[in-house]
Antibody, heavy 121, light 107 residues
Framework: EVQLVESGGGLVQPGGSLKLSCAAS????????MHWVRQASGEGLEWVGR??????????AYAASVKGRFTISRDDSKNTAYLQMNSLKTEDTAVYYC????????????WGQGTMVTVSS | DIQMTQSPSSLSASVGDRVTITCQAS??????LNWYQQKPGKAPKLLIY???NLETGVPSRFSGSGSGTDFTFTISSLQPEDIAIYYCQQYDNLPLTFGGGTKVEIK
């Protein structure tokens, strides 16, 4: 079965750090750009950032709201992408989804189940 | 950033009704638009890509149209399992942006 599984969410204090993982199964992640999208409770979807494939130099890009605090990486040998979150703020509280971008259509065709991150003292 | 404005924000319709959702981009995005369905507690699911192409396995009652700044998403005959929030999303430019969502309910 083709799927993405996120892990690493939890409760963290403001100013703290957390690293999310996104493990792919049923397909090889290496050829795909991987994105992170978040959703605060009762709110819409917000794009967080992306990392391209090795063929595209692992180029990263981020939303202004997280730039300088969040870092996306990947380990293709482990078929896993990561989201390192530093200097967390209460407004970062959300469900975080990893998702695969299909290069041919530039659409997110596979999504993880989401992992909850709560930033609170 | 490209702003995506969806309307209505919510709607209530009867089973079998035709449902239409619009999405307007703040600038020309050609056909670089996707539509997703999100059910409660679940991840979004891709329905339509490149404004009008139906994703494999998605029922044909779903369709999309438009280009430039104005786009339409249609459910030709609403079914009970279509209760969800629908989002448009542009990929013309970073940051990728989503519309605010349209909540579809059964009357």
């Amino acid at each position: 079965e083709v799927q993405l599984v996120e892990s690493g969410g939890g409760l963290v204090q403001p100013g703290g750090s957390l690293k999310l993982s996104c493990a792919a199964s049923g397909f090889t992640l290496s050829g795909s750009a991987m994105h992170w999208v978040r959703q605060a409770s009762g709110e819409g979807l917000e794009w967080v950032g992306r990392i391209k494939s090795k063929a595209n130099s692992y180029a990263t890009a981020y939303a202004a709201s997280v730039k300088g605090r969040f870092t996306i990486s990947r380990d293709d040998s482990k078929n896993t992408a990561y989201l390192q979150m530093n200097s967390l703020k209460t407004e970062d509280t959300a469900v975080y989804y990893c998702t695969r971008l299909v290069g041919s259509s530039f659409a997110f065709d596979i999504w993880g189940q989401g992992t909850m991150v709560t930033v609170s003292s | 950033d490209i702003q995506m404005t969806q309307s209505p924000s919510s709607l209530s319709a009867s089973v079998g009704d035709r449902v239409t959702i619009t999405c307007q981009a703040s600038q020309d995005i050609s056909n670089y638009l996707n539509w997703y369905q999100q059910k409660p507690g679940k991840a979004p699911k891709l329905l339509i890509y490149d404004a009008s192409n139906l994703e494999t396995g998605v029922p044909s009652r779903f369709s999309g149209s438009g280009s430039g700044t104005d786009f339409t998403f249609t459910i030709s005959s609403l079914q009970p399992e279509d209760i969800a929030i629908y989002y448009c999303q542009q990929y013309d430019n970073l940051p990728l942006t989503f519309g605010g969502g349209t909540k579809v309910e059964i009357k």
